[in-house]
Structure formats: structure tokens, C-alpha cells
């Protein structure tokens, strides 16, 4: 695995921030405001996802970072909850389900490889130098 410099550069980043892009851009036209909740807390969590990757990087500990890490899995979990009830309420579309799904699951794939990877590197982060 390359050096990362900055987290901007960490794929699992730039994938909850497209799924942050796309569940704003979805919830912005798609819904009323009987949806309130519902559509701040998909927001809230989406946006969790891709603050905790960038939270735990700057940590300079890889054992911050997985923690960090885990609640953004978490986070992702949580969005893909909240998108079956946008399906269940009619608020989406299934194709519009199925595309964000997907994504999240990819997410909480990427988070759960990249969290092995730092659990079993010998390099424990610059903190620990």
C-alpha cells in the first residue's frame, strides 16, 4: 500500500463522499417536509461516515484510526437502515436503493479491509515513532 499524505487520498474517503454527494442530491429533490427526520439524519449519517475517516486519519495512530474507522462503518450501516425506510415510505426509487446500497455495502467492505490492513501492519503510525 502506497504512502498516503493527506486523507483526501484514501479511496474509502473519496467513496462516503460520493455517497454523502449523491444522498444530498437524492433527499434535496425526493422529499417532503413530513420527512424532516428521515432526511436529516440519512444526511447526518452519510456525512459521519466520510468525518470519521478523516477524523481518525489525522490521529498519527493506527489504533485511533481503526476506532475511527469503526464508527464510520457504523455510520455506513446506519444509511443503509435509513435508505430502506426512504424505500419503504416511497421517498426513493428501488433503482435509486439499489445504487446507493450498493455503494454502502462497497463502503463497509472497504472500511472492513482497511481496518485489517492497519490492525495487522507493523507501522503503528507517526504517534507511536
Known amino acids: 500500500m502506497s504512502t498516503i499524505q493527506r486523507f483526501e487520498d ?3 474517503w473519496q467513496t462516503a463522499r460520493d455517497i454523502c454527494c ?3 442530491s437524492i433527499t434535496g429533490r425526493n422529499y417532503s417536509n413530513r420527512d424532516f427526520t428521515l432526511v436529516d439524519q440519512i444526511r447526518r449519517s452519510s456525512g459521519s461516515a466520510m468525518d470519521n475517516i478523516a477524523e481518525g486519519s489525522e490521529r498519527d495512530g493506527n489504533k485511533e484510526f481503526n476506532h475511527f474507522l ?3 462503518k457504523g455510520s455506513i450501516g446506519e ?3 435509513q435508505l430502506y425506510r426512504a424505500l419503504d ?5 428501488q ?3 439499489d445504487v ?5 455495502m462497497k463502503q463497509s467492505r472497504q472500511l472492513q479491509k482497511f481496518s485489517d490492513y492497519l490492525r495487522n501492519s507493523p507501522l503503528k503510525g ?3 515513532q
Open 126 to 128: 507517526r504517534k507511536f
Open 22 to 24: 449523491e444522498i444530498n
Open 89 to 93: 415510505f416511497n421517498d426513493i426509487e
Open 70 to 72: 469503526s464508527i464510520s
Open 100 to 104: 446507493l446500497y450498493e455503494k454502502c
Open 79 to 81: 444509511s443503509r437502515s
Open 10 to 12: 484514501l479511496e474509502i
Open 95 to 97: 433503482e435509486e436503493f
